[in-house]
């Protein structure tokens, strides 16, 4: 039998709190922001194929940072549960609130139940129409979730980057304006991304039904230009 | 429904399919609805893509619907037509659009056209071996991959079989196979492919009582479909109302004998 030793409560969390937090800031931020016309998420992403940004429904976006095993499953499940519901009763009845919430209940349960915390930080976007406002729904490695009024900065040094994005961007403007004041603030002073290692996705109503977009490097060395 | 987390060795993969059965979103099983069916769709193939022409009867012992829309785009670049049980026929349709759909989100790259076609086959076993409501679909579309249009037809039991001229699902089939097989010839145009297809449904809807001719009355006409390198795109009511109309006056001048000016 093995030996237990008593760890208060408020140690525990706290332990735990500073493993997942260490795990999330190493990883690189993304910025998602609202613009004029719809939500860019921007992320700064060296591999070309291992996403952080992702398509979830017609109008929902996912953005994750942190341990990518364990983001890339909760994207998974998110397209999941969207496309069953959406099935299940009507495409509109899909709603990135409620989709949130699930992730904000699973990451708090494994926060305080699991082996581990998981290492993330996930982003769901999800693009205004007449039934539901423009949102953005930050859900933290312990579950918190929070509802961005405009902008919203994921992992790494999130709170330089946000206070850099808000200096330069404190009202919404055009898809270009806001694409050049997220990637500035990503890089900070001192150095600069190249655009290869951006990862930009975008919802915008384009006639269609489905609004994500990924912007293609050209289309993103345009828009920066 | 909360949220659907697999452990790696159970994960059901970016089939929308596996992930529904085992949620129990569908349910595979017999019924006893009644059956409402019979219909024509030509799927055929020219030089740079491919066409579909559907008609829109929806039959049980009477005319249940006259404006069934038997063709839809599964996604882009890819038609899917149905015949058989109406009920059945649209659920497959709902799931194929979106397990194509799903698999894109999933794993962020579209399946192959072939990877299309194969999906169906166990979906249409299943179906057609679990209940008396039989459907058979038709599927065709544009390969981006090797650049020609592809036709795909299906048996009862799921087999999948490529076609390199053309296909035919419903009732009306035998007529609309005639039609096809006196006329078609290897790298037709698009205008040559339409007015083939166009004539090969008229002929159809003249002889199965199943199959809905053109609809002078009510303006219901025939689906006309093209899928090219552009995508899917169906033709203006006015385009195929000049189609049918032309068919109709030719087989007017000569006294309604089939045969008579046969282009």
Known sequence: MSNYFYVSPEQLIKDRAEFAQKGIARGRSIVGAI?????????????????????????????????????????????????????????EDVDARALANYYAQYLGDMFTEGQKPLEVEILIAQLGSKLRPTKLYRIAYEGTISDEPHFVVLGGDAETIKERFAQSAPE????????????????????????????????????????????????????LD | MGLPLFSAHDDPGPSFIDYAERNGIVRTGASSEVHVHATTVI??????????????????????????????????????????????????????????EHYEKMTDRSLSLEGKANYLSPIIQRNNLSTPLLVLPL???????????????????????????????????????????????????????????????????????????????????PMMVVIDAEGFRELELDDVEQRFLAISERRTQSGGVAGGALR
């Open chain 1, 35 to 91: 613009y004029n016309k719809g939500v860019v998420l921007v992320a700064e992403n060296p591999s070309a194929s291992l996403n952080k940004i992702s398509e979830v429904y017609d109008r929902i976006a996912f953005a994750g940072v942190g341990k990518y095993n364990e983001f890339d499953r909760l994207r998974e499940a998110g397209i999941r549960w969207a496309d069953g519901t959406g099935y299940t009763y009507s495409r």
């Open chain 1, 172 to 223: 919404l403007e055009a898809l270009d304006a806001t694409l050049k004041h997220a990637v500035a603030a990503l890089a900070g002073p001192d150095r600069t991304i190249p655009v290869q290692e951006l990862e930009v996705g975008i919802l915008e109503d384009r006639g269609g039904r489905r609004t994500f977009r990924r912007l293609s490097v050209d289309e993103v060395s345009g828009l």
């Open chain 2, 43 to 100: 799927a055929l193939r020219y030089a740079t893509g491919v066409v579909m022409v559907g008609d829109r009867q929806a039959t049980g012992n009477y005319i249940a619907s006259r404006d069934v829309r038997k063709i839809e785009p599964a996604d882009r670049f890819t038609g899917l037509a149905i015949s058989g049980s109406a009920a059945r026929g649209i659920e497959l349709l709902r799931l194929t659009q979106l397990s194509f």
């Open chain 2, 139 to 221: 599927l065709a579309g544009w390969d981006r991959n090797a650049e020609q249009g592809r036709v795909f037809e299906y048996d009862g039991a799921g087999g999948c079989y490529e076609r390199s001229d053309f296909a035919t699902i419903g009732s009306g089939s035998p007529f609309a196979e005639g039609t096809l097989r006196l006329g078609f010839r290897a790298e037709m145009s698009l205008e040559e492919a339409l007015e083939l297809g166009a004539l090969a449904l008229y002929e159809a809807g003249d002889n199965d009582p199943s199959t809905g001719g053109p609809d002078f009355v009510r303006r219901i006409f």
